[in-house]
Each structure stands twice: as structure tokens, then as C-alpha cells.
């Protein structure tokens, strides 16, 4: 597993405003900003994630990832720039 194919299936997944993916091809890191997060807890967004990596998760290919989680506002709020 590469990080672009990594990022293509959490991209064709859940239509996000930012994605950043990072990792060594087990263990990963994703900044997602998507505004599919708007008033879901930490859990449900990464609930959502999982949910479009499924086998991927499941047969251990991708055996770790790390999120950070955000809607667009959030984003801005930590000082990111809009899109």
C-alpha cells in the first residue's frame, strides 16, 4: 500500500476538502477535513474512515492509521487556509 492509494480510497470514500496521508506502507497518518464530519463525535468520523477502507482494514494491509479528523471550519480555526 502507497500513500496515494491509501489517500484514492479514503478520497473515493468520503468527498473531502483536505487529505494528507503519511506512513511507511503499514502504520499512517491522515489529516482528513471533510464536511461529512459536521456534528459527528471523533469516534463516528473515525468510523467513517474505516468504513471506506474496508478489506484494506480487515486483512491488515493497512494495519495502523492515525486521523486527525475536521470539518472545514475546524480546519480554519486551527489557522489553516479556506478552499
Known amino acids: 500500500m502507497t500513500a496515494d492509494q491509501l489517500r484514492s480510497l479514503i478520497a473515493a470514500g468520503l468527498a473531502c476538502e483536505h487529505l494528507h496521508v503519511q506512513g ?18 471523533p469516534i463516528q468520523r473515525h468510523q ?21 479528523t475536521l470539518t472545514p471550519d475546524e480546519w480554519v480555526a486551527q489557522g489553516q487556509p479556506q478552499h
Do not use: P, Q
Open 24 to 41: 511507511d506502507g503499514r502504520h499512517w497518518y491522515a489529516t482528513i477535513v471533510s464536511t461529512a464530519f459536521a456534528g459527528k463525535r
Open 48 to 68: 467513517m474512515v474505516y468504513a471506506t477502507l474496508g478489506e484494506k482494514i480487515r486483512n491488515d494491509e493497512v494495519h495502523a492509521l492515525s486521523m486527525k
